[in-house]
Nanobody, 116 residues
Framework: QVHLVESGGGLVQPGGSLRLSCAASGFSFNTHWMRWYRQAPGKERELVAHISGAGNFTDYTDSVKGRFTISRDNAKNTVYLRMNSLKLEDTAVYYC?????????WGQGTQVTVSS
């Protein structure tokens, strides 16, 4: 059974940093792409970053390029999202995602609030 558990969210001031983690289980982690999405109040869920199974390919939505870094540790079945220079508009619930056997799986989400 696929299971994704996010952690690391919290309250941070503008310009601050956080690192999110997503622990995965129940599938072959190192052969699957992993994604971070976010959903702000009143907005649609958007793809923030994704990373290939081997970790050698990453991509980001334009609004976070240069500030966020996605990475993974396949030995720990964990994917990370390092978020620097956080802005008010980064406030959202952040979700970890993977598609396994053509089905999307999601974690429960972790709240990130950027506020002064």
């Amino acid at each position: 059974q696929v299971h994704l558990v996010e952690s690391g969210g919290g309250l941070v001031q503008p310009g601050g940093s956080l690192r999110l983690s997503c622990a995965a289980s129940g599938f072959s982690f190192n052969t699957h792409w992993m994604r971070w999405y976010r959903q702000a109040p009143g907005k649609e869920r958007e793809l923030v970053a994704h990373i290939s199974g081997a970790g050698n390919f990453t991509d980001y939505t334009d609004s976070v390029k240069g500030r966020f870094t996605i990475s993974r540790d396949n030995a720990k079945n964990t994917v990370y999202l390092r978020m620097n220079s956080l802005k008010l508009e980064d406030t959202a619930v952040y979700y970890c995602n993977s598609r396994v056997l053509r089905k999307d799986y999601w974690g429960q989400g972790t709240q990130v609030t950027v506020s002064s």
